[in-house]
């Protein structure tokens, strides 16, 4: 970070509580050595031409309660870590080119202004009511269409023959085979086989004959 920032490269910053380096036309990015100012209360770096990410590890600084970067060139994502300060009270990273998601979780939750993420295009999240494109979106359901509909029903109008010929088969094989090695079972079956055919012929015959005298007395 260049500019006026140079002028405070002498002092020892972790005596610092807070910083005000605003509209100070500073450039660069910012430096990750700010990451280890856990004493720091407030931080303002608003107002100048700083770009690049932010501090990945800005949730190192437990003491924060203010933090402004609005108005610079910033981008990249908001890390992660920032939901980590606990005090953080005043929040503002309006007009930059942050993207991706908002983080979510502890303080930060609770800062619930949209106007603090004002002016970034590509930042999105519930509080922007700005759905994520990586978010997975519900699945409309399928309509089949009438050639897969007719494929299935051929599919199981196949199996169910199959099952059914398949039935037919063990049972027919699994019954003569039964009689082809027990004698006694192979004589009783065929002995009831004759007996019910018998039976049903002099049904018939009977019949028969009742249906001709029938048709001869109403001729007559």
């Known amino acids: 970070m260049k500019g006026r920032y140079n002028e405070y490269t002498n002092i020892d910053l972790g005596l610092v509580v807070n910083l005000d380096l605003s509209s100070n036309h500073l450039t660069g990015s910012i430096p990750e050595e700010f990451a280890y100012l856990a004493g720091l209360h407030g931080l303002n770096l608003s107002h100048n031409l700083l770009s690049g990410d932010m501090p990945i590890g800005i949730g190192n600084m437990r003491s924060l309660e203010s933090l402004d970067l609005s108005n610079n060139h910033l981008s990249g994502t908001i890390p992660q870590g920032i939901s980590a300060l606990t005090f953080l009270g005043h929040l ?43 978010a997975e979106a519900p699945q409309p359901p399928k309509i089949p269409h009438p050639e897969d509909t007719h494929d299935e029903d051929k599919l199981e109008e196949a199996l169910f023959y199959g099952v059914v010929m398949l039935g037919f088969a063990t049972g027919f094989w699994g019954f003569f085979g039964v009689l082809q090695v027990k004698r006694d079972w192979r004589r009783a079956y065929f002995s009831f086989a004759d007996h019910a055919t018998d039976k049903a012929y002099v049904a018939i015959v009977v019949k028969v004959a009742k249906m001709k005298r029938l048709r001869r007395s109403r001729s007559t």
């Open 92 to 134: 503002n990273l309006s007009q930059n080119n942050f993207s991706g998601q908002i983080p979510e979780g502890n303080q930060i939750q609770t800062l619930d202004d949209p106007s603090i993420y004002a002016g970034n295009p590509l930042l999105c999240g519930d509080l922007l009511r700005r759905k994520c494109l990586d």
